[in-house]
């Protein structure tokens, strides 16, 4: 398809597992971000890369985040040692450019993640 | 730390009325403001601003960026269901392209 795709769409797990969810952005995106959106936190951006970095810096709230970016479409975030407090929807959008200066974001339709 | 504060936090209007939503920011380095709509999938792409006091349009949407006060204002104009939504803000710092979101304004336009 022609957008943002992300996998899975819900995610159950346990407190303590580690979690992978999966977004595969548009081709030629160079710029490729990760949110999580909490009810009565809003969003907040957990981490980015751009261009063909292959890791990506670790953002809020702590390093039990990161992203890996194996292809330049593909990026896998990683939750260590989930907590109740990560249950939240993830979000993966694109870019076309670097940073958001063509005023567009593509975002996928989010993976749900469920920690118990 | 980069801030973005949204308000209201919900409003509830009926068909037809005007809205205003507000975005606040405090940002180090600006480069531009975006708003967006996000219904029950992804968010969409509104507009984005980067210069102060020039009015951005789209049919009944507006949208005007203030650099001196920091701010921002969303203006919905005759109201219909459709536009219930989540707007949110989001601010881009010039270093390191980072995205600032707001909490969101949650709009419920009742018929």
């Known amino acids: 398809g022609a957008g943002v795709s992300q996998s899975p769409r819900y995610k159950v797990a346990k407190r303590g597992r580690d979690v992978a969810l999966r977004c595969d952005s548009i081709?030629?995106?160079?710029?490729l971000y990760w949110y999580r959106q909490t009810l009565g936190q809003g969003s907040e951006v957990l981490t980015y890369?751009?261009?063909?970095?292959?890791?990506?810096k670790s953002g809020r709230p702590s390093g039990r985040f990161s992203a890996e970016r194996p292809e330049r479409s593909v990026s896998t975030l990683k939750i260590q040692r989930t907590e109740q407090g990560d249950s939240a929807v993830y979000l993966c959008?694109?870019?076309?450019?670097?940073?958001?200066?063509?005023?567009?974001?593509?975002f996928g339709e989010g993976s749900r993640l469920t920690v118990l | 730390e980069d801030k973005v504060v949204q308000s209201p936090l919900s409003l509830v209007v009926h068909e037809g009325d005007t809205v205003t939503l507000n975005c606040s920011y405090e940002?180090?380095?600006?480069?531009?403001l975006l708003w967006y709509k996000q219904e029950k999938k992804a968010p969409t792409f509104l507009f984005m601003l980067t210069s102060s006091g020039i009015e951005k349009k789209s049919g009944r949407l507006s949208s005007i960026l203030d650099k001196k006060e920091l701010f921002s204002i969303l203006n919905i104009t005759a109201t219909q269901t459709g536009d219930s939504a989540i707007y949110l803000c989001a601010v881009e710092e010039t270093s390191g392209s980072r995205l600032t979101f707001g909490e969101g304004t949650q709009l419920t336009v009742n018929p």
């Open positions: 940002v180090t380095n600006f480069r531009s």
């Open positions: 959008a694109s870019s076309r450019s670097l940073g958001a200066n063509t005023g567009e974001l593509f």
């Open positions: 890369s751009q261009s063909d970095a292959q890791r990506d």
């Open positions: 081709s030629g995106h160079v710029t």
